[in-house]
């Protein structure tokens, strides 16, 4: 059992019957009244997205798991296949235990958790940030740069991404996979 003060990004905890990981938590001491820690929590299951408070000091049932580093091989449909890098089993996942599938590129190593109880696969963690190439893009036009001006770009893998108007096809961006993000653009 847990506590309050040891919620974090990523744990991996037991609600209502079902196992959530928190994806988003606050600890909020207001001038007036006990404090309180106010979470986003996905489940594992279904995806779906919650939000939750807890009062300061409630036990929460935290879930052991162990971490395994898998290389993401290719996707058919909605289910995700990966290969262990140690022992070469490979595992299929349903998309929903994905948090961003959309910037996953074929070959990329990935973080997978896992319940030690049943060694059952709860959710995928991606690098904090993935390079990939821009396919598409409109040419940006000179001179509308009064404020940071974006437009949408189209990488490899599908996704699309704001990225600033001096992109173009064939360039290189570093993305923060936490918020789908354009971070830098980068050079070889």
């Known amino acids: 059992m847990a506590s309050t003060s040891d919620i974090r990004k990523g744990l991996c905890i037991r609600y209502n019957n079902d196992i959530y990981k928190i994806i988003e938590f ?10 309180f820690v106010r979470t986003k929590l996905k489940s594992v299951s279904n995806g779906k997205v919650l939000d939750n408070t807890f009062s300061a000091g409630h036990k929460i049932e935290d879930v052991r798991v162990e ?31 994905l948090d961003n599938p959309g910037l ?14 049943d060694s059952m696969p709860l959710s995928v963690d991606m690098p904090a940030s993935v390079v990939l ?6 040419p940006g ?21 704001n990225v600033p108007l001096f992109i173009n096809e064939g360039d290189k ?5 936490s918020s789908s993000s354009y971070m830098e653009r980068v050079k070889e």
């Not at 580093?69 to 998309?95: C, K, P, R, V, W």
């Not at 437009?151 to 699309?160: I, Q, S």
């Open 67 to 97: 971490t395994r580093s898998y290389q993401f091989l290719y996707a058919e449909g909605e289910t995700y296949h990966f290969m262990n890098t140690d022992d070469y089993n490979q595992i299929t996942l349903q998309e929903n235990a």
């Open 26 to 35: 606050l600890h909020v001491k207001p001038g007036k009244g006990p404090a």
């Open 133 to 138: 190439e821009v396919t598409y893009t409109e």
């Open 141 to 161: 036009v000179k001179g509308n740069t009064a404020t940071n001006a974006t437009k949408p770009a189209k990488v490899e893998t599908g996704a699309e991404v």
């Open 104 to 117: 996953l590129k074929e070959g990329e190593v990935v973080t997978i958790l896992f319940n030690t109880e």
């Open 173 to 177: 961006i570093k993305i923060d996979t």
